[in-house]
T-cell receptor, first 108, second 115 residues
């Protein structure tokens, strides 16, 4: 069956370093992916999206890379800050599947 | 600021009770969704709706039903609550009709404990 999942449950990053969060998917027909950030006690919030006809998309301090050959996408956060501590999910278009998420912990 | 509002942040209910979780969005979105979130399992889709009085089963609909009488309101119903339904419930909405939908706007969640 189809699945979207993240590679690591926890990622510890030093403040100021870059973070890379990875995600794999199984359905080649998936045409749209979204990254969400969920802070403690809140619902997930949209960060950035990418369509399957793109390889890369940049936002403010975030970049998403899509490799359709190996069915992999990643979220890169530049100069990670304490406010980036959260759980990050990748998902396909609604009604989307979500992985378990990666907990990013930013250390001083 | 656009919003998806879930009526309760925390609920404690007894086994066998009928439970209603309410969700309201003020964005005039066509599509609404209910997920549950459990540690290690991520978000799992329970039910969704693309229109008023319309509903579709998600991946784990057993033990749940939904109601969408008005566009802005989507209710999740636990007909007879059980302890395995203790979870965080998240409501979400998206713009657009049918399957041409994009990113969600989520509510803050309702943490339900069934004792």
């Amino acid at each position: 069956g189809e699945s979207v999942g993240l590679h690591l449950p926890t990622l510890s990053v030093q403040e100021g370093d870059n973070s890379i969060i990875n995600c794999a998917y199984s359905n080649s027909a998936s045409d749209y992916f979204i990254w969400y950030k969920q802070e403690s006690g809140k619902g997930p919030q949209f960060i950035i999206d990418i369509r399957s006809n793109m390889d890369k998309r940049q936002g403010q301090r975030v970049t998403v890379l899509l490799n359709k050959t190996v069915k992999h996408l990643s979220l890169q956060i530049a100069a990670t800050q304490p406010g980036d501590s959260a759980v990050y999910f990748c998902a396909k278009r609604a009604p989307g599947q979500f992985g378990a998420g990666t907990q990013v912990v930013v250390t001083p | 600021d656009v919003k998806v509002t879930q009526s309760s942040r925390y609920l404690v209910k007894r086994t066998g009770e009928k439970v209603f979780l309410e969700c309201v969005q003020d964005m005039d979105h066509e599509n609404m969704f209910w997920y549950r979130q459990d540690p290690g399992l991520g978000l799992r889709l329970i039910y969704f709706s693309y229109d008023v009085k319309m509903k579709e089963k998600g991946d784990i609909p057993e033990g749940y039903s939904v109601s969408r009488e008005k566009k802005e309101r989507f209710s999740l119903i636990l007909e007879s609550a059980s302890t395995n339904q203790t979870s965080m419930y998240l409501c979400a909405s998206t713009i657009g009709g049918g399957q041409g939908t994009y990113g969600y706007t989520f509510g803050s969640g309702t943490r339900l404990t069934v004792v």
